[in-house]
C-alpha cells in the first residue's frame, strides 16, 4: 500500500504558504513544536499550556492537520497542557514513510508518538477518522488512555454513501464564490464552508494524495472493552451514520460511555460551537477519577 504525499512540488509549496499564514493568524504563539521520529514516519507534534496535569492529546479528523483545532485549543491549554498532533499521512507538516494498514498500526504509531514525547497517560481527544484512531488506541493501549472524548468519531459502520456524496459536496463548495459558499452552507449542513479563515488551506489540501484505509467498523466486543469513561457527542443530523441508533448502541455496550446529541448539528458538530464543545470535554476530563 502506498503511502500519502503531495501531488508534485507545486502543490507542496501552495499548501505550505497557505499553512504558515494560517498558523500565524489562528494558532497560540506559545505552542512548542516539535517532531517525533516514528516507524511509520516523522510526527509533528505541538504543545501548548503548562503544568503537570494529565495532558489532552487531540488527533484531528481526514484531511485535516492539527490546525483544525484552532479554535478549541486555547481553552483547552487554559485547563491543563495539550498536545495537538499532525498524523502521518495527512495534509501537513508530518512525512509518511510507512504504510498503515489496521487500527493496531494507528495504536502502534500513536504509542511510539507519546513514549516519544514522554507521556504516559493522556485524554485522548479525536473527531471523526481520529475518533476512530482514539477508539484504536484504547483498545489497543488501554493503560495509556485516561478518558475519551470523541466528536461524530468513524469507526460505527461502513461509509455511506451519503457521507461520500456530503463530503463532495462540501469540497466543490469550497472553489466557489464567498457569497455562495456561505449560502451553501446551510442546505448542505456544514459550517465549514463559512470558516473563511481556513478555506484557502482547505482548497490547498486537495493538493494531497490521502491513501489511508478507511475505519474498520469496532464489533460489540469491541465496544465492551474499552473501559476508559468516554465522552461522544453527535451531530443529530450527521451523514456519517444514524446518530441516534450508534448513540444508543454506544450507550448499551459501553459501561463508561455517555453519549450527548446536538440537535441542530451534522457531521460538522466540532466546529457548530468550539467554546462550548471545549467546555464540555474540559469538565469531563476533570471529572475523571484517578486510576487506583
Request: hydrophobic residues 40%.
Amino acid at each position: 500500500m502506498p503511502v500519502s504525499e503531495f501531488r508534485n512540488d507545486q502543490a507542496r509549496e501552495r499548501f505550505f504558504a497557505l499553512y504558515d499564514d494560517t498558523v500565524a493568524r489562528l494558532w497560540p504563539s506559545s505552542s512548542a513544536d516539535s517532531d517525533v521520529t516514528t516507524g511509520f514516519g516523522t510526527t509533528r507534534v505541538h504543545r501548548l499550556g503548562s503544568g503537570d496535569r494529565t495532558p489532552f492529546v487531540l488527533l484531528p479528523g481526514s484531511g485535516g492537520p492539527a490546525l483544525m483545532w484552532h479554535a478549541h485549543v486555547r481553552r483547552l491549554a487554559g485547563s491543563r497542557p495539550v498536545i495537538a498532533i499532525d498524523p502521518v499521512g495527512e495534509p501537513g507538516p508530518s512525512v509518511q514513510t510507512r504504510a498503515i494498514e489496521s487500527g493496531a498500526d494507528w495504536s502502534a504509531w500513536l504509542d511510539e508518538v507519546l513514549a516519544g514525547l514522554g507521556v504516559p497517560r493522556c485524554h485522548l481527544v479525536g473527531t471523526s477518522y481520529g475518533g476512530w484512531v482514539a477508539l484504536c488506541h484504547a483498545l489497543h493501549s488501554p493503560q495509556t488512555v485516561a478518558s475519551l472524548a470523541l466528536v461524530d468519531p468513524g469507526g460505527f459502520g461502513k461509509v455511506s454513501a451519503k457521507f461520500v456524496a456530503w463530503m463532495i459536496a462540501g469540497g466543490l463548495t469550497s472553489f466557489t464564490p464567498r457569497p455562495v459558499r456561505h449560502a451553501l452552507a446551510g442546505p448542505l449542513r456544514n459550517v465549514t464552508l463559512r470558516d473563511d479563515d481556513v478555506m484557502p488551506l482547505v482548497k490547498a489540501s486537495f493538493g494531497f494524495r490521502r491513501r489511508h484505509i478507511l475505519p474498520t467498523p469496532l464489533t460489540d466486543d469491541d465496544l465492551g472493552r474499552i473501559t476508559a469513561p468516554t465522552l461522544m457527542v453527535f451531530g443529530a443530523h450527521s451523514q456519517l451514520y444514524n446518530a441516534r441508533e450508534v448513540a444508543a448502541r454506544v450507550t448499551e455496550r459501553m459501561p463508561h460511555a455517555v453519549t450527548e446529541l446536538i440537535p441542530e448539528a451534522s457531521h460538522d458538530v466540532v466546529l457548530w460551537n468550539p467554546d462550548q464543545l471545549a467546555d464540555r470535554i474540559v469538565t469531563f476530563a476533570a471529572e475523571t477519577p484517578a486510576p487506583a
